[in-house]
């Protein structure tokens, strides 16, 4: 991840985008990248998806993360990806459970400037000068925001004791059984 401090966007010279939530944002986001960075600017793809969304030409390279599953072709695609040394690495955060870990793997591991893209199409750079967005978007992710912030916060301060209460169940249980299988032994 690069650009993280600066405010500055960097060239447009090849961008990435990760297809993690529903196609239709991504064609959404690909028109407007057209729109804004021209037509020249090749657009790569990392997706689970078959197929190829609107907007991706033939210059398009596609990589299919089913063809990466071992460790050994993760960094295979780590080091495909910063070959081709992008400027621009897009994501969708659109609550929806798609490549998350592949997705902010890949986000972490190439030196690229971060955009995030949800689920209402609107998205933001990942600098410190979104770090109000930022922060609101992981609460509101986190169930941390709203009028469910006090349910999640009552949740995560009961948990441990519903562990401990489950803990000290079954250990009563399984002492009384063993108890009585120690005082009163059955005959066979």
């Not at 109000?132 to 006090?150: H, N, P, Q, T």
């Not at 441990?160 to 209460?165: A, D, I, K, Q, Y």
Request: hydrophobic share 45%; net charge positive.
């Amino acid at each position: 991840m690069r650009y993280v401090l600066s405010r500055r966007e960097p060239p447009l010279t090849r961008i990435l985008l990760i297809e993690s939530g529903s196609r239709s944002l991504l064609e959404g986001l690909v028109s407007h990248l057209r729109a804004t960075g021209g037509s020249e600017v090749p657009i790569d793809l990392v997706t689970c998806y078959a197929g190829l969304p609107a907007g991706f030409g033939p210059e398009s390279i596609v990589y299919r993360v089913s063809d990466y599953a071992s460790p050994e072709g993760r960094k295979e695609l780590l080091r495909r990806l910063r070959n081709q040394r992008y400027s621009i690495a897009g994501i969708i955060c659109s609550a929806e459970p798609i490549m998350t870990k592949w997705k902010w793997w890949i986000a972490l591991r190439i030196p690229a400037k971060v955009l995030i893209l949800n689920e209402n199409g609107d998205y933001f750079w990942v600098n410190r000068a979104q770090a109000g967005i930022i922060r609101e978007f992981v609460l509101i992710r986190s169930g941390l925001a709203g009028a469910g912030a006090i349910r999640t916060i009552g949740r995560l301060l009961i948990f441990p004791f519903s562990v401990l209460f489950l803990l000290l169940y079954a250990s009563t249980a399984h002492a009384g059984r063993i108890a009585r299988n120690v005082l009163h032994p059955t005959k066979l």
